[in-house]
């Protein structure tokens, strides 16, 4: 077992500042174009799979790190570059960890690498869970999936909304329900193979910010998948929902879904992409503020700009701790015996939001404006505290783990 360190290794400084050098060399340049376009920045895609930065081998290599330090660093260096082009690099994941978390080696080895493609031939993936009317609430989805025995296959229907590459992703990975009467543990997770015909892209969200990131409704009409697509296959699905159905005459212990068993391998790399969008605030308002004069002298000397800046590093550095415990311990095999993750979660989502918004005031009119990137690092914040569970459902999981409280 890896012992818990706050130095990264000499390893892991090299992959860090390898990161660094492509998000400073080829995330920020484009950052502000692909902003403004609102359209998935594939060049940069590629140039990231050119380097093996975009690819399954470099991300197995960070998850399977011992210190549990690679995701959260890799995470953090890229969104220090640019949060909605760092989301189109890393919003694969997602659907790579529904799968890793979920299925079987079979499937493992058949679908997440169809997620990536290759640097002559990008693609991505999609995780669809939220919907219209149920995001944080998973226990009011909608989307079923039917067994149809006599072809060993599932028919799925419904609508998924805000899905990360929805409708343009190669391997569309669905949470649907299976057993309605057993409301969120009923759930399980699908691999939609590509051109599957009955899936389509419904509306692709404008956004206030990642907007080089794309997002949108995920329509599925009839869409039938082999019986070889339900991840972790039948006989643990039916085995899952037996001890479901015991647990709920018995009155018993709750059952992790799939969707949630996804979410809870995610929070502390969320995390981390707050911490990077947050410290890249921070750099560019303490450079301004050493080198914007008024009345005579930079900004830095007065009190008032000087004590927000040493908050706002002191809660950089606080969130980045937090992420990397929490990453460390889920590595480790240690429980969340304290909601650790979403700790990590809630913490520095609500960080990065209140010294992006710092930044801006320091930067005073010229924050406001779309020639200094402190205005887009603070409408990219803005995202932290809603997306895989919202600032209150991180509050809701904590209060429930401290209490053992089913706290409503």
Request: proline share 4%; glycine share 10%; net charge negative.
């Amino acid at each position: 077992m890896a012992e818990f360190t706050m130095e990264l290794n000499d390893e892991q400084r090299e992959v860090r500042d390898w990161i660094h050098g492509f998000a400073a060399d080829v995330m920020r340049p484009a950052a502000a174009e692909w902003d403004e376009r609102e359209e998935t920045p594939w060049p940069v895609i590629q140039e990231a799979a050119k380097i093996g930065l975009y690819s399954l081998d470099f991300y197995a290599q960070q998850f399977f790190d011992p210190t549990g330090l690679g995701i959260p660093m890799a995470m953090e260096e890229l969104f220090w570059g640019d949060a909605g082009i760092a989301l189109s690099i890393v919003g694969t994941g997602l659907a790579a960890v529904g799968v890793l978390a979920n299925g079987t080696e079979e499937q493992i080895g058949t679908w997440v690498p169809q997620m990536y493609g290759d640097a002559n031939d990008v693609k991505v993936a999609a995780f669809c869970s939220s919907e219209p009317d149920a995001g944080s609430d998973v226990a009011s989805m909608r989307t079923r999936a039917v067994y149809d025995e006599a072809k060993d296959e599932w028919v799925l229907n419904g609508t998924k909304t805000w899905a990360t590459n929805g409708g343009i992703a190669n391997v569309h990975v669905v949470v649907a329900v299976v057993d309605p009467e057993l409301g969120s543990k009923g759930h399980a997770s699908f691999i939609i193979p590509p051109n599957t015909p009955g899936l389509s892209q419904g509306q692709k969200f404008q956004k206030h910010g990642i907007r080089a990131s794309h997002t949108a409704e995920v329509v599925l009409e009839d869409v039938r998948v082999p019986g070889s697509c339900l991840l972790g296959g039948k006989e643990k699905l039916d085995e899952r929902l037996a001890r479901a159905r015991e647990k709920a005459r018995a009155g018993g212990e709750r059952v992790k879904n799939a969707a949630m068993a996804t979410f809870e391998a995610s929070r502390p790399a969320v995390g981390a992409m707050a911490v990077g969008t947050a410290r890249a605030a921070y750099e560019e308002a303490l450079e301004y503020a050493k080198t914007r004069e008024q009345f005579g002298r930079p900004i830095i000397d007065n009190q008032g700009v000087a004590f927000q800046l040493a908050d706002m590093r002191t809660q950089i550095d606080a969130a980045r701790l937090l992420v990397w415990r929490a990453s460390w311990m889920a590595v480790t095999g240690k429980p969340f015996t304290s909601a650790e993750g979403s700790m990590s979660k809630l913490f520095a989502s609500e960080v990065a939001k209140k010294v992006t918004a710092q930044a801006v005031q320091i930067l005073g009119g010229n924050g406001f404006t779309r020639e200094y990137p402190v205005e887009r690092m603070h409408r990219d914040a803005a995202i932290y505290t809603i997306f895989e569970g919202t600032s209150e459902i991180q509050r809701l999981v904590i209060a429930r783990t401290l209490s053992g409280m089913p706290i409503r």
